[in-house]
């Protein structure tokens, strides 16, 4: 198999690490592969768009979601490194407003499936990191929202020691408590 998933505390949000071809001249991995997706996830999506942002240390992006046109997310990082952090917001959950976070870099090449129904974001750890990731549907302004990475209801164990570098609408985000009704 070309594809190694590990489960989460969070059902349906996996750890994908695929298969790499190394040797002295560099390496080649597929980075992804529907068939082999399906096959090691038993999932089939499509994906319609690709998104690709470069981050500073500290940044932090997050926690978005978007109130309809929910997004299943597969993330990676292709330079430096970042804590990446789901929150599931379905309301039908056995575990709604828990979070789970990985650590993912350039160097160990693991990917996260974060499904629709859950808030998503990250911080930058590495003095850069160039962050790509593909998407089940398209972004939509009108229905982003942002969850508060602060939260403490949520009580994330974001890894940084000072605060970080933030955008007017992650400042902006809600506690959990005030998002309302939308992914079941």
Same mark, same amino acid.
């Given at each position: 198999? &070309?594809?190694?998933?590990?489960?989460?505390?969070?059902?349906?949000?996996? +750890?994908?690490?695929?298969? %790499?071809?190394?040797?002295?001249?560099? $390496?080649?991995?597929?980075?992804?592969? @529907?068939?082999?997706?399906? @096959? @090691?996830?038993?999932?089939?999506?499509? $994906?319609? =768009?690709?998104?690709?942002? !470069?981050?500073?240390?500290? #940044?932090? !992006?997050?926690?978005?979601? =978007?109130? =309809?046109?929910? =997004?299943?997310?597969?993330? !990676?990082?292709?330079?430096?490194?970042? $804590?990446? #952090?789901? #929150?599931?917001?379905? !309301?039908?959950?056995?575990?709604?407003?828990?979070?789970?976070? #990985?650590?993912?870099?350039?160097?160990?090449?693991?990917?996260?499936?974060?499904?629709?129904?859950? @808030?998503?974001?990250?911080?930058?750890?590495?003095?850069?990191?160039? $962050?790509?990731? &593909?998407?089940?549907?398209?972004?939509?302004?009108?229905?982003?929202?942002?969850?508060?990475?602060?939260?403490?209801?949520?009580?994330?164990?974001?890894? +940084?020691?000072?605060?970080?570098?933030?955008?007017? &609408?992650? %400042?902006?985000?809600?506690?959990?408590?005030? +998002?309302?009704?939308?992914?079941?």
């Amino acid at each position: 198999m &070309k594809l190694t998933v590990t489960p989460t505390k969070l059902p349906g949000v996996l +750890i994908l690490e695929p298969k %790499v071809f190394g040797d002295d001249r560099g $390496f080649f991995l597929e980075s992804f592969n @529907a068939n082999d997706f399906e @096959a @090691a996830t038993g999932l089939r999506r499509e $994906f319609v =768009q690709d998104n690709h942002s !470069r981050s500073v240390k500290n #940044v932090l !992006r997050g926690l978005h979601y =978007q109130i =309809q046109h929910p =997004q299943g997310k597969l993330v !990676r990082v292709v330079s430096g490194e970042v $804590f990446d #952090v789901a #929150v599931d917001l379905r !309301r039908s959950s056995p575990t709604f407003g828990q979070w789970v976070g #990985v650590r993912l870099s350039a160097d160990n090449k693991k990917q996260l499936w974060i499904p629709e129904g859950f @808030a998503h974001g990250f911080v930058v750890l590495s003095e850069a990191a160039e $962050f790509l990731y &593909k998407t089940t549907d398209y972004w939509y302004p009108e229905y982003e929202r942002c969850l508060l990475w602060s939260d403490p209801d949520l009580n994330i164990e974001w890894p +940084i020691t000072e605060p970080p570098a933030l955008a007017s &609408k992650d %400042v902006n985000g809600r506690p959990l408590t005030e +998002i309302g009704d939308f992914c079941g």
